[in-house]
């Protein structure tokens, strides 16, 4: 492991964080956290800027950061001058936090389905994970933390045309598993947050889905960004050092 993990009090001090989509939700959440924790921080955007305000509030915690845009194209080749982007600025790469998603909803006998969102929904979710986790181990050390962020609907579709979309999950869910047994040898330890009904995530065109969760939902309540980043922290910290290749349901009880 590194010896510039930081002490109890600033647990990621002297560490660089990858975190990708952090200007929405869990995004801005697990950013505030890992600044306040000692991180230096390179943030990825899909389509929209960051707030000022929220640049100006990391950077007073102390440390570094720096804000990329996403590649729209998330392949490998793009996915590489994205980290090499982050080496040349802030040195090194010892956290990335895979936080990609998209969700199409349609019933898989509908005649209508927009393929077109359905590829979309796949290129945004498991392409744009595992073409950045493939481009991120080139450049990280043992003592080295992945960490992607799924949802409980991998385990169990709790509702009608989410189908594809916990199968875009699951996928994500079983490459890092398998990824955890390639990148074991080398010190870096891959894990999962599987995210369950969480406060910023239901437009107002899914109050259906997020009814049919609450009602399967262990607590009955939405989660917050907050408790999705504080799993973060703790997978990303030194006190997960043993653990690697798990599954930390974030979900109220939702596959309990």
């Known amino acids: 492991m590194h010896d510039t993990m930081g002490s109890t009090s600033n647990p990621l001090a002297g560490r660089v964080v990858l975190l990708t989509n952090a200007n929405i939700g869990v995004g801005i959440a697990t950013a505030r956290l890992l600044a ?3 991180a230096d ?3 990825t955007t899909d389509n929209e800027d960051i707030d000022a305000s929220l640049i100006r509030e990391l950077k007073e915690l102390g440390g570094r ?3 990329y845009s996403w590649p729209s194209g998330a392949t490998v080749v793009e996915c590489t001058k994205l980290t090499r982007s982050v080496i040349s600025s ?3 790469i010892d956290v990335l936090v895979a936080n990609a998603g998209h969700r199409a909803h349609w019933q898989i006998d509908d005649v209508d389905v927009n393929e077109e969102a359905l590829e979309e929904q796949y290129a945004a979710t498991v392409r744009a994970v ?3 986790v493939r481009a991120s ?3 990280m050390e043992p003592g080295a933390r992945i960490i992607a962020l799924s949802a409980s ?3 169990r579709v709790g509702a009608p045309g989410l189908a594809d979309y916990a199968a875009s999950k699951a996928a994500i869910t079983a490459f890092c598993r398998g990824a955890a047994h390639d990148l074991g040898p080398r010190g870096i330890n891959v894990n999962v947050v599987q995210l369950g009904a969480i406060q910023t995530d ?3 065109s899914s109050r259906d889905d997020l009814e049919a969760e609450l009602q399967s939902n262990v607590l009955k309540r939405l989660g917050t960004p907050e408790e999705v980043a504080n799993a973060i922290l703790f997978l990303a910290g030194p006190s997960s050092s043993f653990i690697t290749g798990s599954v930390l349901n974030v979900d109220g009880g939702y596959n309990a």
């Open 137 to 139: 181990v080139r450049f």
């Open 41 to 43: 921080l390179a943030l």
């Open 202 to 204: 239901f437009p107002a």
């Open 130 to 132: 595992t073409m950045l």
């Open 65 to 67: 950061v720096e804000v």
């Open 36 to 38: 306040a924790a000692g």
């Open 90 to 92: 802030l040195g090194r």
């Open 153 to 155: 609907l991998a385990d």
